[in-house]
Nanobody, 120 residues
Framework: QVQLVESGGGLVQAGGSLRVSCAASGSRYTFNTMGWYRQAPGKQRELVATITSAGSTVYADSVKGRFTISRDNAKNTVYLQMNSLKPEDTAVYYC??????????????WGQGTQVTVSS
C-alpha cells in the first residue's frame, strides 16, 4: 500500500519561511513526478509546483521566486521550501506522486494534506 505522508506545516507570520516535506512509503519504485498542490477554503485545489525524477520543475506563477521544490529520489521524498510567505498562501498543502507503470498505466497517489497558515 503506497502512502504519502506530509509534515512540516504550521503557522507563520507574513514574510516568514516554512518547509514542508512529503515522504512516500510502500513503493519500490521512484515516482516519475512528485508535486505540491494547495486548496484554500472555498477554492479549488491548485498546482503549486512539480518536479520530475530528473529534476525538471514547474511552478505556479503565484509562487515563482518564493518557493522551491526539491526531492530526494533515494528516499522518495519531496520538499517545498516556502519563503516570503503571504496570507494568500494559507491553504492545505497536498503532496502528489505519479508513477507510470507497465503499458504506460498512470498511478496517482495523494497525501492527506498539511495545513499552512500565514498570519498578516
Amino acid at each position: 500500500q503506497v502512502q504519502l505522508v506530509e509534515s512540516g506545516g504550521g503557522l507563520v507570520q507574513a514574510g516568514g519561511s516554512l518547509r514542508v516535506s512529503c515522504a512516500a512509503s510502500g513503493s519500490r519504485y521512484t515516482f516519475n513526478t512528485m508535486g505540491w498542490y494547495r486548496q484554500a477554503p472555498g477554492k479549488q485545489r491548485e498546482l503549486v509546483a512539480t518536479i520530475t525524477s530528473a529534476g525538471s520543475t514547474v511552478y505556479a506563477d503565484s509562487v515563482k521566486g518564493r518557493f522551491t521544490i526539491s526531492r530526494d529520489n533515494a528516499k522518495n521524498t519531496v520538499y517545498l521550501q516556502m519563503n516570503s510567505l503571504k496570507p494568500e498562501d494559507t491553504a492545505v498543502y497536498y503532496c502528489k506522486g505519479i508513477f507510470v507503470g507497465a503499458m504506460y498505466t498512470v498511478h496517482e497517489y495523494w497525501g492527506q494534506g498539511t495545513q499552512v497558515t500565514v498570519s498578516s
